[in-house]
């Protein structure tokens, strides 16, 4: 494989640099390598996968930019307890995303003010429009993160739903003839009819029909159903009527209550993983990775590129137990709204430079230069000839072994550099006919699923991920107001009710999916849950929701 790089990096001359900004005679104290190279360290409060020392197209990149970065991740703490661990020593990595707990950073003036600097760096600067980069000011008046996720080049192309759904698979439904299912109790009919007839995996491992992710944040598996059963968007912490623009509380709906009963129904018949509130997550990533649990409700990216890579090495894609996402409403006819157009803008977290960052604008000119086309399509498409080709048409795409390769964790580890937790683009290239990343390429994308996977979309009549749920409009102005519970603290009464509301649903929500009799489990979870005093919390929200809406209306 080196050959093959070598070889196609002198034909592109991919080893040219092409920035000087942080190059290797900018100016700055930041550590500088024996070959010239700026090397900056990064932590990111979520966990994460480390690359090789030696990684080809890390590499690559710092030969284009004059810089590296050396990338840690959560590990064996909760984000709260390594922010907090950094804040009380008050040393920090040069760049940081404290995940829920960036306002903590901010307010122990651990970050820099990004707009201080951004003028100086133009693809910094255009990476929001003004009205989304004054939604980041904090309460002094400064910008100190930037959300990586949301920006969307071009025309939008969406391919894979990287969101939250009832995921089901392939071999499920190809059993019962590619079925519609639309609500949760034929959701849960269909798992159950396919257990009954279907107990073992091939080799005679007993399938897990149902199981449930619980451990720490992630609860959200368990928790936040209710919104999606009633047609409403992932506001996260709420529900917005959008037409008489009132939140309301997601966790007292009928349709809550009906949802937590089927839960209880269903795990005292089984087919809920009875060791679903006491597994933790990387057990639960295990369980996944054998191809044994039929279904669950989890976010795309919280499981595809560990339990997903480990289900295609093992060829259990085969098998049919590769998952696809379900249009899951409470009843028949509603509008789901699992997917919505346009990027998910979260202000409460970004990628920041920290106080402990000899070299601001070195930085600054690194993350400048990553949203650079050409090194954008390193961190996501590769190099050219070895991760991917270019079409007479002038469209990228694979061959079988060059996917392979990409779903391998080894040669993930010892090639491939997304310097994911930077921030970068979905959409199209700016030539116009490329998608920004590989797997949102459409005919790549088709070409690269599975025999299986094509069949049940062929069934279904569709392409994408995004087909088998539909496409809802842009949400509202307000959205998503998660991005604002998330930065609550016990400084304001919505603030405490928000962080015992938390507690409650930890220890009870499991209580009730397993109770001996639900009518009295449900009784006693909302008599603790309207002690926190929700109201209090949905206050804080509603005044939160008319800011925004007022705030949009200026830029109009």
Same mark, same amino acid.
């Given at each position: 494989?080196?050959?093959?790089?070598?070889?196609?990096?002198?034909?592109?001359?991919?080893?040219?640099?092409?920035?000087?900004?942080?190059?290797?005679?900018?100016?700055?104290?930041?550590?500088?390598?024996?070959?010239?190279?700026?090397?900056?360290?990064?932590?990111?409060?979520?966990?994460?996968?480390?690359?090789?020392?030696?990684?080809?197209?890390?590499?690559?990149?710092?030969?284009?930019?004059?810089?590296?970065?050396?990338?840690?991740?959560?590990?064996?703490?909760?984000?709260?307890?390594?922010?907090?661990?950094?804040?009380?020593?008050?040393?920090?990595?040069?760049?940081?995303?404290?995940?829920?707990?960036?306002?903590?950073?901010?307010?122990?003036?651990?970050?820099?003010?990004?707009?201080?600097?951004?003028?100086?760096?133009?693809?910094?600067?255009?990476?929001?429009?003004?009205?989304?980069?004054?939604?980041?000011?904090?309460?002094?008046?400064?910008?100190?993160?930037?959300?990586?996720?949301?920006?969307?080049?071009?025309?939008?192309?969406?391919?894979?739903?990287?969101?939250?759904?009832?995921?089901?698979?392939?071999?499920?439904?190809?059993?019962?003839?590619?079925?519609?299912?639309?609500?949760?109790?034929?959701?849960?009919?269909?798992?159950?009819?396919?257990?009954?007839?279907?107990?073992?995996?091939?080799?005679?491992?007993?399938?897990?029909?149902?199981?449930?992710?619980?451990?720490?944040?992630?609860?959200?598996?368990?928790?936040?159903?209710?919104?999606?059963?009633?047609?409403?968007?992932?506001? *996260?912490?709420?529900? &917005? @009527?959008? %037409?008489?623009?009132?939140?309301?509380? !997601?966790?007292? +709906? #009928?349709?809550?209550?009906?949802?937590?009963?089927?839960?209880?129904?269903?795990?005292?018949?089984?087919?809920?993983?009875?060791?679903?509130?006491?597994?933790?997550?990387?057990?639960?990533?295990?369980?996944?990775?054998?191809?044994?649990?039929?279904?669950?409700?989890?976010?795309?990216?919280?499981?595809?590129?560990?339990?997903?890579?480990?289900?295609?090495?093992?060829?259990?894609?085969?098998?049919?137990?590769?998952?696809?996402?379900?249009?899951?409403?409470?009843?028949?006819?509603?509008?789901?709204?699992?997917?919505?157009?346009?990027?998910?803008?979260?202000?409460?977290?970004?990628?920041?430079?920290?106080?402990?960052?000899?070299?601001?604008?070195?930085?600054?000119?690194?993350?400048?230069?990553?949203?650079?086309?050409?090194?954008?399509?390193?961190?996501?498409? *590769?190099?050219?000839? &070895? @991760?991917? %080709?270019?079409?007479?048409?002038?469209? !990228?795409?694979? +061959? #079988?072994?060059?996917?392979?390769?990409?779903?391998?964790?080894?040669?993930?580890?010892?090639?491939?550099?997304?310097?994911?937790?930077?921030?970068?683009?979905?959409?199209?290239?700016?030539?116009?006919?490329?998608?920004?990343?590989?797997?949102?390429?459409?005919?790549?994308?088709?070409?690269?699923?599975?025999?299986?996977?094509?069949?049940?979309?062929?069934?279904?009549?569709?392409?994408?991920?995004?087909?088998?749920?539909?496409?809802?409009?842009?949400?509202?102005?307000?959205?998503?107001?998660?991005?604002?519970?998330?930065?609550?603290?016990?400084?304001?009464?919505?603030?405490?009710?928000?962080?015992?509301?938390?507690?409650?649903?930890?220890?009870?929500?499991?209580?009730?999916?397993?109770?001996?009799?639900?009518?009295?489990?449900?009784?006693?979870?909302?008599?603790?849950?309207?002690?926190?005093?929700? %109201?209090?919390?949905?206050?804080?929200?509603?005044?939160?929701?008319?800011?925004?809406?007022?705030?949009?209306?200026?830029?109009?």
């Amino acid at each position: 494989m080196k050959k093959k790089l070598v070889s196609a990096l002198l034909i592109t001359g991919m080893l040219s640099s092409m920035f000087a900004g942080c190059g290797k005679s900018a100016g700055g104290g930041g550590a500088v390598n024996a070959d010239g190279i700026k090397e900056f360290t990064a932590f990111f409060a979520v966990p994460g996968n480390e690359i090789n020392n030696d990684n080809e197209i890390q590499g690559l990149i710092a030969e284009k930019t004059g810089c590296k970065v050396k990338e840690s991740w959560l590990t064996g703490q909760s984000a709260e307890e390594a922010v907090g661990t950094f804040i009380a020593g008050g040393e920090y990595p040069d760049f940081i995303d404290g995940g829920n707990s960036s306002v903590q950073l901010y307010e122990a003036g651990a970050l820099i003010p990004i707009d201080e600097y951004y003028d100086d760096y133009p693809n910094i600067r255009n990476y929001f429009t003004d009205q989304e980069w004054d939604m980041l000011r904090q309460s002094d008046g400064h910008i100190y993160w930037i959300p990586q996720f949301s920006k969307i080049n071009g025309e939008e192309r969406v391919c894979q739903h990287n969101d939250e759904a009832f995921w089901i698979q392939t071999r499920v439904l190809e059993w019962a003839g590619y079925p519609e299912v639309h609500t949760m109790d034929q959701y849960f009919d269909l798992i159950e009819s396919y257990n009954e007839a279907n107990p073992t995996m091939e080799d005679g491992t007993a399938n897990i029909p149902y199981t449930i992710l619980c451990d720490d944040w992630r609860y959200f598996c368990l928790e936040n159903a209710p919104q999606f059963l009633d047609g409403y968007p992932n506001d *996260g912490s709420v529900i &917005v @009527d959008p %037409e008489t623009l009132t939140v309301i509380d !997601y966790n007292t +709906t #009928p349709t809550a209550k009906k949802y937590f009963e089927k839960l209880n129904e269903e795990y005292k018949k089984g087919i809920v993983d009875q060791e679903s509130f006491t597994q933790t997550y990387d057990e639960y990533i295990a369980k996944l990775s054998t191809g044994r649990v039929l279904g669950m409700i989890d976010q795309w990216w919280d499981f595809y590129n560990t339990a997903g890579d480990a289900i295609k090495s093992a060829g259990l894609d085969k098998q049919g137990c590769e998952y696809v996402p379900l249009p899951i409403t409470i009843e028949e006819g509603m509008t789901n709204q699992w997917h919505n157009s346009g990027g998910a803008f979260n202000a409460s977290s970004g990628l920041a430079i920290t106080t402990s960052c000899p070299d601001v604008e070195g930085a600054l000119q690194f993350v400048n230069d990553l949203l650079a086309q050409d090194v954008h399509d390193l961190r996501f498409w *590769g190099v050219e000839g &070895v @991760d991917y %080709e270019v079409g007479d048409d002038g469209l !990228y795409y694979r +061959t #079988p072994e060059m996917r392979t390769n990409c779903a391998d964790s080894s040669y993930k580890a010892a090639h491939l550099c997304f310097y994911s937790y930077f921030p970068q683009f979905n959409g199209t290239s700016q030539d116009g006919k490329n998608a920004m990343k590989p797997e949102n390429q459409e005919n790549e994308f088709y070409d690269g699923l599975s025999d299986n996977l094509k069949k049940c979309f062929d069934a279904y009549g569709v392409k994408t991920y995004v087909e088998m749920l539909g496409t809802s409009p842009a949400p509202g102005p307000w959205y998503p107001m998660y991005s604002y519970s998330q930065t609550l603290t016990t400084s304001t009464p919505g603030g405490v009710a928000w962080n015992k509301i938390g507690e409650v649903k930890h220890e009870y929500l499991p209580k009730v999916v397993m109770a001996e009799n639900f009518e009295a489990g449900w009784e006693d979870y909302m008599k603790v849950y309207n002690e926190c005093k929700p %109201e209090d919390f949905l206050s804080e929200m509603q005044t939160e929701l008319e800011r925004r809406v007022e705030m949009a209306a200026k830029y109009q």
